[in-house]
C-alpha cells in the first residue's frame, strides 16, 4: 500500500473525470428555483419570520451583513471573546452574556 499522494501532479484516479458541468447543474438549479421563490414570496416569508422567529431573523441579518471583521470592529462590545459573540447570534435571547 502505498502512503501520501499516489498521483502526480495534473493526475488523477478517474481520467475519464466526471462530465463537465455535472457539478454545478444542481447548484445552479437549485439556486434558479430559489431566487423564483424569492421573487414569489419573498417579502412575506422575511415578515413572517421577523414576527413568529426574531432570533432566527436576527441570525440571518447578522449572517448576511456582517462579516467577523466587521462585527469586531467597533460593533461588538470591547473584551467580548468570540464564544460570546456566536452565543449571541445563536440565541440572543438566552445567551448568559
Same mark, same amino acid.
Given at each position: ?24 447543474? =444542481? ?6 428555483? =430559489? ?10 416569508? #422575511? ?12 441570525? =440571518? ?23 460570546? =459573540?456566536?452565543? #449571541? #447570534?445563536?440565541?440572543? #435571547?438566552?445567551?448568559?452574556?
Amino acid at each position: 500500500m502505498t502512503r501520501g499522494k499516489p498521483w502526480r501532479p495534473g493526475q488523477s484516479g478517474n481520467p475519464a473525470g466526471r462530465p463537465a458541468g455535472t457539478r454545478n447543474k =444542481l447548484g445552479e438549479a437549485f439556486i434558479a428555483a =430559489l431566487a423564483d421563490d424569492f421573487a414569489q414570496n419573498g417579502v412575506d416569508v #422575511i415578515r413572517a419570520t421577523r414576527v413568529r422567529f426574531p432570533a432566527a431573523y436576527l441570525r =440571518l441579518v447578522a449572517s448576511v451583513t456582517f462579516k467577523h471583521d466587521e462585527a469586531r470592529n467597533g460593533i461588538v462590545p470591547e473584551g467580548m471573546s468570540d464564544d460570546e =459573540l456566536h452565543a #449571541i #447570534i445563536r440565541d440572543p #435571547i438566552g445567551a448568559d452574556i
